[in-house]
C-alpha cells in the first residue's frame, strides 16, 4: 500500500505545483497589464510636471502589481507630500496601540470646593457634528453633565479647574500655515478640547453656539443684492470672547461660520460654572461673575486630592472617532489620536513629538526599518507640508492592517464609503461594480487618494495609494480624475481575477 500510494501522492503534489506555477505565472500577466493600463491613463491624464507615485498591492497575496514614479528631475526618491492620506498611518497606528475598545472619557470631579474637569484629548467632547447625529444640542449636553453632577452630590463649588494636561500646550503646530489659523481645519489641539474648539456664528436668525451673555460677535456684514455670499469670522485679539462677523450676503447661508477659538476648554469652564449657580451648585455669595475658572498650572501637583469623588464622565469611543478622522478628515481628531498615544506610550503629556514616534515605531513593526526610514512626520493630520511618505509604505502599510485579525475589518471600515464623508462628490460617472473605501487628501498643490478595492463577490481585495504633488497650474481636477481612473481599473481587473481564500 505505501508503495503504490507514494506516488500517487508524489503525483498530485507535482499537479499541484504545476497548477500554482500557472497561476502565478497567469497573476504576473495580469499584474503587468495592471500597471500598463495605469500608465497609460497617466499618459491620457496629462499631469505635465507633477511627481506621481502609484503603488497597488493584492491584499490577500502581498503581491504588489503596479509600483512606479514619475516626475521632474529632483523630484523622485524623496517621498511625496501626503496631505490627508497621512491619516491612514495615524489612525491605524492608534487602532494598534490603543485597542478598539478604546475610549476617550472627560470626567467631572468634586474636591473639596473644586469642580475638576479632566480631559484626555477628547475631540469629539460637544463636537456639533456628533451633536447633530445624537439629535441633542450643546445646552441640551452641558444640562445633562450638571444635572448628573448634581445627582451625584456635587454643592459648595468656588472653582472650576480644566485640567488639560494628558497634552503638552503646544496647540498648534509650527508647520500649519499662519494665515489659515483662523479656520475651523487648524482648531487647536489640547487636552480638553470643546466644541471642535471653534464658534459657530449663524447669519439668520442672529445667534451662535454656544451662546451665552459674556460670548460677543460684532457683527459688521452687508447686504448684497448681485456678487456671492462671503462672509469671515476673527477672533478680537485684546478681548478672548469677542468676535467680528464681516463680509457681504446675498443669500443667508444654511450653515455656520466657524472660527477657531483659543483654549477653548476656558469656554467650557465658564458656561459649567453659569450653570452651577444656576442649579445652586455654587458655595454660598458665589456667583457666575465671581466663580474662579482657570487651568491646572502646569507644574502644579495632582489637582484631586484623597476625597475627590468623580461626579460623572463623558466618554467617546474609538470607533466613533476613527469614522470622524478617516471619514470626514477631521484634523482634530487625527492630531488627537496623534498625541494621546505619545500619552499613553510614554506617560508624559502628549505631544506631535512622542506621538509621531509612537507611529513610526508602530510602521517599523509591522513593515520594517527598510519602510520605516522612508516616512518623514511632523504631525498627525497630514496638514503640514514636512510629511513625507511614499505610496508602497502606504499601500504596504493598508495590507497588514487588513490582515490584523483585532483590528482589520475596524480599520478597513473608518474608511469612506462612495457617497459619503470626503467621498460624497467623488466617482460620479462611475459604474463600480466593487466596494470602494478611500481616504483622499488635499493641501496646495498635492492631491492623494489611498484606500482598498473588494470585489463582494469573491472577498479579493487590493489596496492602492495614488499620491500627487507639485501639480502644476490648472491640473488639480485632472489629479482628481485620474484617481478616480485608477480606481476604475482595480475594479475592472477584480472582475476576471478568481476568488481567493
Not at 67 to 93: C, H, Q, W, Y
Not at 122 to 130: R, V
Not at 289 to 317: F, I, N, Y
Amino acid at each position: 500500500m505505501r508503495v503504490m500510494c507514494g506516488p500517487r501522492v508524489q503525483s498530485g503534489g507535482l499537479r499541484l505545483i504545476g497548477f500554482v506555477a500557472v497561476f502565478v505565472a497567469a497573476g504576473a500577466a495580469f499584474g503587468q497589464s495592471l500597471e500598463r493600463k495605469v500608465r497609460d491613463a497617466l499618459a491620457e491624464a496629462r499631469l505635465g510636471t507633477a511627481h506621481v507615485g502609484v503603488s497597488i498591492m493584492d491584499v490577500q497575496s502581498s503581491a504588489e502589481l503596479v509600483a512606479f514614479e514619475t516626475g521632474a528631475r529632483g523630484d523622485t526618491g524623496k517621498g511625496f507630500i501626503p496631505a490627508s492620506n497621512l491619516k491612514l498611518l495615524t489612525s491605524g497606528a492608534a487602532l494598534c496601540v490603543l485597542g478598539p475598545e478604546f475610549e476617550f472619557r472627560t470626567s467631572f470631579l468634586q474636591d473639596g470646593e473644586r469642580l475638576i474637569i479632566r480631559g484626555m484629548g477628547d475631540p469629539g467632547l460637544a463636537d456639533p457634528e456628533l451633536l447633530t447625529k445624537m439629535q441633542t444640542g450643546l445646552d441640551g449636553l452641558l444640562d445633562r453633565v450638571v444635572g448628573m453632577c448634581k445627582d451625584a452630590g456635587a454643592s459648595g463649588i468656588r472653582e472650576v479647574v480644566l485640567d488639560d494636561r494628558v497634552f503638552d500646550r503646544e496647540y498648534v503646530h509650527p508647520d500649519w500655515p499662519r494665515e489659515q489659523l483662523h479656520n475651523a481645519y487648524c482648531a487647536e489641539v489640547s487636552g480638553l478640547n470643546f466644541h471642535a474648539n471653534v464658534l459657530n456664528v449663524y447669519v439668520e436668525p442672529a445667534r451662535s453656539q454656544p451662546e451665552a451673555p459674556w460670548l460677543i460677535v460684532k457683527r459688521a456684514t452687508k447686504k448684497v443684492k448681485e456678487g456671492d455670499t462671503e462672509l469671515r469670522l476673527d477672533r478680537d485679539r485684546v478681548e478672548p470672547y469677542t468676535f467680528k462677523l464681516s463680509g457681504n450676503v446675498r443669500f443667508p447661508p444654511d450653515n455656520p461660520v466657524q472660527v477657531t477659538v483659543h483654549e477653548s476648554c476656558m469656554m467650557l469652564g465658564k458656561l459649567i460654572a453659569d450653570r452651577l449657580v444656576r442649579d445652586g451648585l455654587s458655595a454660598p455669595g458665589v456667583t457666575a461673575s465671581t466663580m474662579t475658572v482657570r487651568l491646572a498650572s502646569a507644574d502644579e501637583a495632582a489637582v484631586d486630592g484623597p476625597g475627590t469623588k468623580l461626579l460623572t464622565a463623558v466618554r467617546t469611543p474609538l470607533a466613533t472617532v476613527l469614522e470622524r478622522c478617516n471619514v470626514d478628515s477631521d484634523n482634530l481628531y487625527a492630531e488627537s489620536l496623534c498625541k494621546v498615544m505619545g500619552h499613553k506610550s510614554t506617560g508624559q503629556p502628549g505631544s506631535w513629538s512622542n506621538g509621531t514616534a509612537v507611529v513610526r515605531m508602530q510602521i517599523q513593526q509591522r513593515l520594517g526599518a527598510e519602510f520605516a526610514q522612508q516616512v518623514i512626520l511632523a504631525d498627525g493630520s497630514g496638514l503640514s507640508r514636512n510629511n513625507r511618505v511614499t505610496p508602497g509604505v502606504l499601500t504596504r502599510w493598508l495590507v497588514n492592517l487588513a490582515g490584523d485579525s483585532t483590528c482589520g475589518e475596524v480599520f478597513v471600515k473608518s474608511l469612506a464609503e462612495i457617497g459619503e464623508g470626503t467621498l460624497k462628490k467623488r466617482f460620479k460617472n462611475a459604474k463600480l461594480r466593487c466596494e470602494v473605501r478611500a481616504k483622499s487628501g488635499y493641501i496646495r498643490e498635492v492631491r492623494t487618494l489611498s484606500g482598498y478595492v473588494t470585489d463582494r463577490t469573491t472577498g479579493r481585495r487590493m489596496a492602492y495609494s495614488v499620491l500627487i504633488d507639485n501639480i502644476p497650474a490648472g491640473a488639480d481636477l485632472k489629479c482628481k480624475e485620474f484617481h478616480e481612473d485608477v480606481v476604475m481599473l482595480i475594479d475592472a481587473y477584480l472582475a476576471g481575477q478568481p476568488a481567493r481564500k
